[in-house]
């Protein structure tokens, strides 16, 4: 964990003051009596307000996202869906009695997934679903998706890159999951040998021993970045009862404190429960 900048975010009444200091010198403004109480009320709305104090800011990159949580699971590198060890971008298949189905390659290698798909909130961009003038090729070609509202907009890089809905899995498994939704699968078929997950008629079944990692992670997205349409009404029912079958451990707490540090948002969901 030593490359990872460990950010300690001021106290929020540090931060009011040095936010009035500032006010007072650009403006010249005097910071007595009815002022002074009428500026701090007005800048703890601010700051406590729930877009500018629970999303994060630091980090709108995914790329970096994924050099620093190789960090995070440095000393704890299994792999989400089939419980895989690995070693940098190398996957111990054997550790979790994996067997590739069709694509080797990816098998072979590991791939941070987003839990809750890029897809699921990116299509509430309007980048995505009309593109920008900007999003066009060298060529004069016009693109929209994920690639435009990658280009363009800052709160869709900011879903994009959060730590927190980022997890190791194997690059197959990725692929074959594609941007399905989290659901119950009748029956017990095994496309990868002994890893214990289903996916079926656009669902995904995770193995029960992650479905509250799972469940508090799409929780924690809808309530962090609200409007996005990440969770159904059926959805918050299924994960609120898996949240409750599967509670957080010691790892799904330091996981979330690591990423706090790097990424400077607290993660609510499941730190209540630490």
Not at 7 to 32: D, M
Not at 160 to 176: H, K, S, T
Not at 205 to 217: H, K, L, Q, W
């Amino acid at each position: 964990m030593s490359e990872v900048q460990i950010l300690s975010p001021r106290p929020l009444h540090y931060t009011g003051i040095r936010l009035a200091e500032n006010i007072k010198f650009a403006f010249n403004v005097p910071l007595g009596g009815v002022m002074a109480r009428f500026l701090f009320l007005a800048l703890m709305t601010i700051l406590l307000s729930p877009p500018a104090f629970s999303q994060h800011t630091h980090i709108t990159s995914f790329a970096k996202s994924k050099k620093i949580l190789q960090q995070v699971y440095e000393d704890h590198s299994v792999t989400l869906y089939c419980g895989c060890t690995f070693m940098g971008k190398k996957p111990n298949l054997a550790s979790c009695g994996y067997s590739p189905k069709k694509d080797t390659k990816r098998a072979n290698r590991i791939e941070w997934e987003h839990v809750v798909p890029a897809h699921a909130f990116g299509k509430t961009f309007s980048e995505w679903r009309q593109g920008h003038p900007r999003c066009v090729t060298k060529k004069g070609k016009r693109f929209k998706g994920r690639k435009c509202a990658a280009r363009v907009n800052r709160e869709f890089k900011r879903m994009a890159a959060d730590m927190y809905n980022l997890y190791p899995a194997i690059g197959e498994v990725n692929g074959r999951r594609s941007n399905y939704a989290m659901g119950l699968i009748e029956g017990e078929a095994r496309e990868f040998g002994a890893c214990d997950v289903e996916i079926a008629n656009r669902k995904v079944e995770p193995r029960e021993t992650v479905r509250g990692e799972i469940a508090r992670t799409y929780l924690y997205m809808d309530s962090t970045y609200p409007k996005r349409g990440i969770i159904s009404r059926e959805q918050r029912t299924l994960f609120e009862a898996w949240a409750r079958s599967d509670p957080v451990d010691a790892w799904e707490c330091e996981r979330a404190r690591r990423i706090e540090r790097v990424q400077g948002n607290r993660n609510d969901v499941v730190m209540r429960s630490c």
